[in-house]
């Protein structure tokens, strides 16, 4: 049973930063950062393929949010920058086998909530 935990929400002001964490008790093949606003249907942030670090990022975030592994810490990243009133939701990390399938993979975090104001 994979375990993860997020971490590094808060409140700031937009155009500022902050990094989330998501520590993780085991990998697996793909690895995620979604995001849901108030109201809004859950989106996918970023996926990561585990064995070499590639990315995707969803356009919205693109140029502006970047994921590290930290494989030795069992931790995943997500630097935020330039943060925009449109970020502000819950964060969540999950992992999976297939990243098409995140969604329906049951191991999620129990999320972050970022405000940008």
């Known amino acids: 049973h994979v375990q993860l935990v997020e971490s590094g929400g808060g409140s700031v002001q937009a155009g500022g930063s902050l990094t989330l964490s998501c520590a993780y008790s085991d990998s697996m093949y793909c690895m995620g950062w979604y995001r849901q606003a108030p109201g809004k249907q859950r989106e996918r942030a970023s996926s990561?393929?585990?064995?070499?670090?590639?990315?995707n990022y969803a356009g919205s975030v693109q140029g502006r949010f970047t994921v590290s592994l930290d494989k030795g810490r069992n931790t995943m990243y997500l630097q935020m920058n330039n943060l925009k009133t449109e970020d502000t939701g819950t964060y969540y990390c999950?992992?999976?086998?297939?990243?098409?399938?995140?969604?329906?993979?049951?191991?999620w975090g129990q999320g972050t909530q970022v405000t940008v104001s």
């Open positions: 990561t393929m585990y064995g070499d670090g590639t990315t």
């Open positions: 999950a992992v999976g086998l297939v990243c098409v399938l995140l969604p329906g993979s049951p191991y």
